[in-house]
Structure formats: structure tokens, C-alpha cells
């Protein structure tokens, strides 16, 4: 980009604006000031073995020592990675989905957009802690549990979904997908409208069928926005804490206990501060991890192209 | 700056304009009702905002002039009115306390070790380990009368063990034991067993859903498996500060395991529902009695209320929870207290004083009592007030409450809690063998030691 | 898109089509909607009912009573405020503070600009679960607990790394040569930002608003760890005084069900409201491709 000085460049208040500090400062205020002295906080007590019940605490390897060794720590990295894949897989194919067929209804004139639209955007707005409420209630496997009692009018047995150590990951999966998938769809179909008509034009002039207009032009201009919401899906994934919380408290027997269960149990049911300071270390790698992970993909998918 | 904000099309501020005054219409609108409420007690204050002296006492939402039940905020306001209204120079700042319960716990504890605590605060039984060292001793406010009308068990967990000094006035007592359907059982059962076959007895008869529900999820072992256990002469946690679990010594584990058996048992042949691991609440139980869905219910003195509240409130009675061959039950008892944690010697006199005509003295305690349907801890209480002396289901309270025993509360309760917890869930739910879950919770306790 | 009519049979393909979409939306309309139907059915079902055998999913009389109660007898229309105030303000401070960072990365170039983005995408990792403990002891530090400001402004800071990200992908797709042309007329940065690019980017600011009131709406860690009195407390954790358990013995769930529906509805009336206008800003812009 080629900067042009215009006549008043060599005013202070002109230089000023040049600096890029000045168009940062406030939001690296912010961060520094309010988020950067917890999370170096959580850091440092991860090498200590701080309690909320005794003052005083010694700093050693001691609590990422027992962290790494309880076989518990691997079990809910293993929950949590399987939650964050199922809704990440979900929350993309079907947030495709949707945004296609929203797309196509807008394009063809058809009824009715507008009430998709708003049912998909409405459980999007309902705080987690309160879907996982819901749907407990919803799902429950007592007399009057509404979903059971339909099903058992149909298939003779209740379903246990939130009690049944097979079904219960999934359940939350499910819940899960349900209140996000609006996000995913909103930013795919804010993609959609960015792709140049004409590079559909060409493409059926070249005798490319619907499918494979999606996969030649379609994707790849999507690509971006993709790889993004890939990212940000992942994250909030490995991160979900309030709908679980609200849902199975990470039972039953522990199915769908996540890294931040047993960051909650550790800190305000145990009191060890410094145990549960690092699995937040632990987690916040495995997030790092994953981010990591997808750059290189997306590097190595820009050099085949 | 500003031309950053002009920068937003009419339209859009409209659409905030028109939502925030939507908001603040609602807010206004709906904010009004409180103001109307008694005029020296609001949900916050109480008396004047100019009285010289400010305490700040901190309760839990259910039990504060705040609640969502009608009887026990009346109880409270009416207690707390009169209260100020002889103590003008005294203004009560009330926070209640809501949600979920380690998070407060631990905010708390942040604040008692800082010194930022509130004058009062509501503490739980389970946690009184935790705040024995920051607590302020009651003694120089209660005379040995007072001290003598606690129950011997409440007294003695009120009691710091290392300074000998009262830290805690207890104001409700619980213990756990069998609620049964009085209309179709005679003589509740005498044993586990017999228990059993009861059930399975009453399940085909009147085709009951299921024969016998418990909270199986969090809370299990304090409600349910520690009284049987340690009735067959088992035990699970030390009686020491720590809490030391034991329950891999021979003896320990063969009752703990049997009594997981026999629950096993129990879902094996459909008496148990497999899926009581999920939940942990009052309103679970409430509701199934409500629906009529099992004669027979483990659970504590304190789903009394809900119970009586409810359309079966005359079908059901309550008696001390039958064990393994026959054995004695040795019931436990917890509750909620208060603590006090200023330092201002006059502050501690008026605390003293306001708790004992709210929630902790003897006539404040049968009222509330009542009201929430609690069982006092006071022998007062117990026998005085007519609420407490008619048959029925308050009587059979009081009798259990009275040889109850506290629930351990050392440091590592909670570890432990949750380990059994979980072996609980997985003998359950059929992942693990009872020996195999005892084994598996053991290897997770000693990590944490 | 044009239709080509040369294609055999195109009407009726594109009358499959068109009932093949239709079929789609009803399926995701009861999936998305379901659950919030039966929890509006239940908030107007009396206590009594909610126990009945068979369970129904329509209430036996529609009864008002249980939103009477909620709305007069509970603080809710506070704690509704609440919400509003913390979402609104600090979404526009959110904006306020991440549009001029996300001009720097997107017109200027320095050294520290790829470290320094790398750095917010760290930031977006953490969970507001893992801080929560030491964010209480470094509030209470500050004097900022208990307090409404307090709260926005960890709203806004947890809030600013996406709102960078996702104002800068739409300041870049704003050829650079638009606003360095007001800069060779004479116009200054700050100028240009506001008289060029801000108007363009008016789809990106209305997703960073909708995504910001989300956000903040959704909030229930922080608010939970850092307030303590009743009246300052936003909905979502207001509503869990309704939750079966918190009050021993009380069947809620109708009030819990209307307290529920009560809470979605400003950000549901929103949504409605503004529709039209967060789709059209969407998918318009002056700028494609």
C-alpha cells in the first residue's frame, strides 16, 4: 500500500494518526489492563499447589506432575475433544445446509424466509445455562417427560437421554448444535452472497452440475469463512462449560464430563487452586493445539492451490 | 469519534432506541411492586438508610425474607420488622446469596481470608471445616441454658474442635431416612431386604412405575449410602479434621461394596430406575411423589415440605431408613448455619441478638420451622411448640434428629463425595462391578491425598 | 441467476425443487422451534397440571398466571434492565474500542501486526471458566466488584478480539484506494475512517452488533463470579432462582418456564425488529467479491 502525504502531513496531530498505537491503545488497554493479570494469574498458580482453604502454598512441578498422571485428566480431554469434533461437524454441514437452502428459497422467491430465519436466530438467543435447563426438563425420563412419553408410546421403552452413559455426549452434542448452528449459518450465508454470480454463469457454460458447482466455486470461495468459523466452533467448543453445567453436571457417571468440569470441580468443590490452575493451563493448550493445527491445513490447502 | 457514530444508518438506532426503551419501560414498570412492599423491610434493607450502625448479613435465597415461598417470607419480614423497629440505630443490609453452591463457597472464603466478609453469613454443615479458623466464636453471647438446648449432636458440630469455642448456631436440622405411602403400608419395613420385597409386592399390585426412588447423583453418599454403610459397621471417612477416607480397609470395603449390591439388586429387577444417578434435588423426589410414581423413597427430612405441600401430602409418612439385616440405623444429620465474621465486639452483640429472633432462638426457630418445614435443633423447639407435638410426619422428624449423628465435613469430604458418587453411577448404570467401582474410587482418592 | 429455459422439464425441476426447500425449512423450523414451544406451553401450565398422567403438550387451560406472578411477585423486570444495560453498553463500547484497532491492521503495516493478531486469537482461547477464581481476587483488588461497570468492562475486553477479527475482514474487503483517494484530497486519517470506510463497513458493524448482543446476553460466568447484590444481577442467572432445587420442595417449573420465555423475548423482539435490516446489511455492502 502506498502511503501519499497530503498537504497538512507534517502537522503533530497528523503524525499522530499515522502511528498505529494510536488506533490500537485502547483495545490493548483493555486487554492488558482486565485479562492479562487473571490469565498470567491462573499460570502462575498452576506451578504452585495453592489451596482456597490454607494461605500458604509452595511453588513446584507438583500439580501438572498429578494432573498429567490421573488417568482422569485423559478421559475429559477425550470427552471434550469428542464434543468439540461432534459440533463442530454438525454445527458446519448443517449451518451449510441451511444457509444453501436459505439462499436458494431467497433466490427463487419463495414464502415463508423470513419465519426460518427467526426460528433458527431464536434459540441462538437463549443464554447456554438456559438450554441445558430446558432441555433436561424436555428430555426428562419421568412421567411426565414429554419427548419420553411419546416415545414410549411408539416404541414401548423411555429413552434414557441425558441418563444413559451411551446416550448422554451425544444428547449434549445435540443441545449443543441446536443453540449454535444460527451462528454458522448467519456467517456462511453472508459468504454465499459475496460469490460472484458469474463464476456460476461460467461454470454451468462449462456443463458443471449443481453438485459440482458447489464443490468448484461454492467451497472454495467459502474457503475463508470456513477455516474461520472452523476455528472459532472448535474453540468455543473445547471451552463449553454452561451447557454442560446446566445439563448432566458432567455425569452420568462422568460421560460428559468436559476439561472445564473438572476445571469447576477442582477449584470450587476441591479447593485445590493450583490442581485446577493447570488443567486451565492444559486447556488453554489444547486450544492453542488446535488452532495450530488448522493454520498448518490451511497453508498447506493455499499451496495445492 | 463522534463521526464513527454517525456512521450508523437511522434505522439501526431506532432499533436500539426502540429496544432499550422497551427495556426501560419494562424494568420501570415491573421494578414498581417492590417499593410498594413493607416499608422498613425491602428485599435489601432493613430500617432506615440513615441508622449510625450497619450490619451486613449474607443467607441463602431459599431462606430469606426473599424466597420464592410465601410463608417462609413472611415468617422472615415479620421477625425482622419487629427486630428493627426496636433497634432504630441499626440498619441490615441482606445479600442473598443464589446459585450454585461451591462457586459461592469459595467466593466466600476468598472474602473471610481477606477480611472482606460480611458480618454474617449462612454455611452449610458440609462446609464448616472449612470455616472453623475464620469464623467468630458466639460464646461470650450465649449462656450455657442456650448452649444446653442444642441437640448434643448439633452442639457438638457447632463447637470448634480446636478452639472448643461455638462458631456456628445451627438453624435447621435434617436427617435422611425412608419415606413411605402410609395408606398402603402398615409397618414401614424393618430391613433392607424386606424392603425389597415390598416394593416388588406393591409395584405389581398397583402397577407403580418403579418401587423405590432416591437422588442418586451428587449427594448420594451423604444422604444414602453412609448411613447404611456405617449401620452394618462399616465406615467410609475418618472422624478427623481431614476426613481420612477408609473405606480400603477389609472391613470397610466388604460393607461398602455389599451396600452397593444391593442397590444393584434393586435396578437388576426393575425397583430402582437406573436413571436416579442423574439427579440430585429436592424437586426430583417432590415431583415423582407428586406423580405417583413409587410407594417408597429414600430422602431427607427436608423434602417434608414439599411434601406437605403437595396433593399425596396424606398418603405419606416418614420413618428412619431400614438397613442391611436389620441392622440399627445410625442416622446423620446436617443443616444450615449461621457464622459470624466481624471483629467489631458490638456488632457480634446485635448479630447474636438478631439471629436468636429470626432463625436461631427458640421461638424464631419453631416459627421458621414451620414456615419452611424444618426441623429445629433446639430441644425447645422440639418440645414445646404445638407444631411439633401432633403425630404425624414432624414428630417422626424430630425423633430421628434428636440420635443423629453430623456429617463429616473434613477437608477431604468432598474428594471423596465424588468419587463415591461415581462408583455409585457406575455400578448403576452396569459400567463397573461393585468391587470394581470401590476399587476405582480408592485409586482416585489417593491421588488426591 | 438466470433461468435457462432450454433445459427439458426445468418448470417441474424447479417445482421440486422449490417443495424439496419447502420440506426443509418445515424440518428445520420444528427442530429449531420444538423446544421453545413446549417450554412456552408449559410456562402456562398451573403447577398442578404439570404432574398429570398422560403428560400433554398443551396446557389444559391457558393460564396467564404464572407470567402475573413471575412479573409482579419476583424481580425479574429488574434483572430484564440489567441485561439490557450491560448488553447494550458494552456492546458499544465494544465497537467503540475494536473498530479503530481494526482499522490499524487493516490500512497499516508494522512490525508487530502478525504477533499482535496471533496474540488476539489467544486471547478468544480463554474460557471465562479458567480466569474465574482470579478474576475475583484481581476485581476485588481493583475495588471493580459488585459493580455494573465492572462487568462491562470485562464484556467488552472478552468481546474485543472478535470484533477485531471480524471488522478487519470487512474493512480489507474495501479497496484501499477509495479512502487513500480522500487522503490525497486532503482528508485525514481519522477522516477517511469515518467519511469512507465506516459507512462501507456497515454490514460488518451490524455483525458485530448482533454478534456482540449475543454475547453479552448469554454471559453467566462472569456476571456470576463478579456480582453479588440481587439488583444488580442480569438474567441469565436470575432465572436460576427458579430452577428446581434452589427452593426445597417447590414445584417450579412453570415459573422456571416462564421466566425462560420472558428472557428471550427482548433479544427475540430484536431480532424481529430489526431483521429486515441485520439480513439486507449482511448481505449488502457496496463491496462483493
Known sequence: MIRVQGPKSSSLWSRIQDSPLFWLLPALVFLLLFYTWPLLDVIRLSFTNASLISPDYTYSLDSYRRVFRDPATWRTLKVTLIFAAGSVVLKLVLGMLLALAIDAGVKRGLHGIVIVRTSILAAWVIPGVFVGILWKILLSTSSHGLLNYWIESLSGTSVGFLTDTRLALGTTILANVWRGVAFTMILLYAGLQRIPPELYEAAKVDGAGAFARFRFVTLPMLAPIIFIALVLITIGGINTFDLIMAMTQGGPAQATEVVGMRVYQQVFKFMNLGRGAAIAVVLLAVNLLMTLIYLRLLRLNRKID | ??????????????????????????????????????????????????????????????????????????????????????????????????????????????????????????????????????????????????????????????????????????????????????????????????????????????????????????????????????????????????????????????????????????????????????????????????????????????????????????????????????????????????????????????????????????????????????????????????????????????????????????RLRDVVDAAITNAYAQVISGALSPAEAVDAAWATVELEM | MTRDDSEIGSATIRRLGNAGLYAAYAVAVVFALFPIAAVLMLSMKQASEVFNWPPSFFPETLSLQTYIYVLTETTIGRMLWNSIFLTLASTAGCILISAPAAYAFSRMRFRAQKPLLLTLLVYQMISSMVIALPLYRYYEALGLLDSHMGVILIYITVEIPFTVWLLKGFFDAIPPSLDEAARIDGASRIQSFRIIILPLAKPGLAAALIFNVIAGWSQFIIPFILLQRAELLPISIGVLNFAPGQTEGEITIPYLAAASIIAMLPALVMFVILQRFIVQALTGGAVKG
Not at chain 2, 421494578?31 to 441508622?51: K, M, N, Y
Not at chain 2, 425482622?80 to 441499626?90: G, K, M, N, Q, Y
Not at chain 2, 444393584?264 to 415423582?288: C, H, N, Q, W
Open chain 2, 1 to 410: 469519534m463522534l463521526g464513527f457514530v454517525k456512521a450508523r444508518t437511522a434505522m439501526s438506532w431506532s432499533g436500539l432506541l426502540s429496544a432499550s426503551v422497551l427495556g426501560l419501560g419494562l424494568g420501570l414498570v415491573m421494578g414498581a411492586p417492590s417499593l410498594v412492599q413493607a416499608q422498613l423491610v425491602t428485599p435489601e434493607l432493613i430500617d432506615r438508610a440513615d441508622a449510625p450502625i450497619t450490619l451486613t448479613i449474607q443467607p441463602r435465597f431459599g431462606y430469606s425474607h426473599q424466597s420464592n415461598d410465601e410463608k417462609r417470607r413472611l415468617v422472615l419480614t415479620e421477625a425482622l420488622e419487629s427486630w428493627a423497629a426496636r433497634h432504630p440505630d441499626v440498619k441490615i443490609e441482606v445479600l442473598v446469596q443464589q446459585g450454585d453452591d461451591a462457586v459461592i463457597v469459595a467466593k466466600r472464603l476468598q472474602d473471610a481470608a481477606a477480611g472482606r466478609a460480611a458480618d454474617a453469613i449462612m454455611v452449610e454443615t458440609l462446609d464448616y471445616r472449612k470455616f472453623y479458623s475464620l469464623a467468630k466464636s458466639f460464646d461470650p453471647y450465649l449462656s450455657a441454658a442456650d448452649k444446653a438446648d442444642f441437640l448434643p449432636g448439633v452442639l457438638q458440630g457447632m463447637t470448634d474442635p480446636d478452639s472448643g469455642a461455638v462458631k456456628y448456631l445451627q438453624i435447621t436440622s435434617y436427617t435422611t431416612g425412608l419415606w413411605y405411602r402410609s395408606d398402603l403400608v402398615e409397618t414401614p419395613p424393618a430391613s433392607l431386604e424386606e424392603l425389597a420385597t415390598m416394593a416388588a409386592k406393591l409395584k405389581a399390585d398397583h402397577g407403580f412405575r418403579y418401587g423405590v426412588f432416591l437422588p442418586g447423583g451428587t449427594g448420594v453418599m451423604n444422604y444414602t449410602l453412609l448411613p447404611q454403610v456405617v449401620s452394618i459397621g462399616g465406615q467410609i471417612l475418618a472422624d478427623d479434621a481431614d476426613a481420612t477416607p477408609v473405606f480400603n480397609e477389609p472391613a470397610n470395603r466388604e460393607a461398602l461394596i455389599k451396600v452397593l449390591t444391593w442397590h444393584k439388586e434393586m435396578v437388576d429387577g426393575g425397583l430402582i430406575p437406573a436413571d436416579v444417578i442423574s439427579f440430585t434435588s429436592t424437586g426430583d423426589t417432590v415431583s415423582r411423589v407428586e406423580a405417583g410414581e413409587m410407594p417408597f423413597a429414600f430422602g431427607g427430612t427436608f423434602i417434608g415440605g414439599g411434601i406437605k405441600g403437595s396433593s399425596q401430602a396424606e398418603k405419606w409418612a416418614f420413618a428412619p431408613m431400614p438397613q442391611l439385616g436389620g441392622a440399627t440405623p445410625v442416622p446423620y444429620q446436617g443443616g444450615w448455619s449461621w457464622a459470624m465474621f466481624t471483629d467489631d465486639v458490638q456488632k457480634q452483640a446485635l448479630i447474636t441478638d438478631l439471629l436468636m429472633d429470626t432463625y436461631t432462638g427458640p421461638w424464631a426457630m419453631a416459627k421458621w420451622g414451620e414456615a419452611g418445614g424444618y426441623t429445629p435443633t433446639r430441644l425447645s423447639s422440639l418440645a414445646k411448640y404445638t407444631g411439633f407435638t401432633n403425630p404425624g410426619l414432624d414428630n417422626a422428624f424430630a425423633a430421628a434428629v434428636q440420635t443423629a449423628r453430623l456429617t463429616p465435613n473434613g
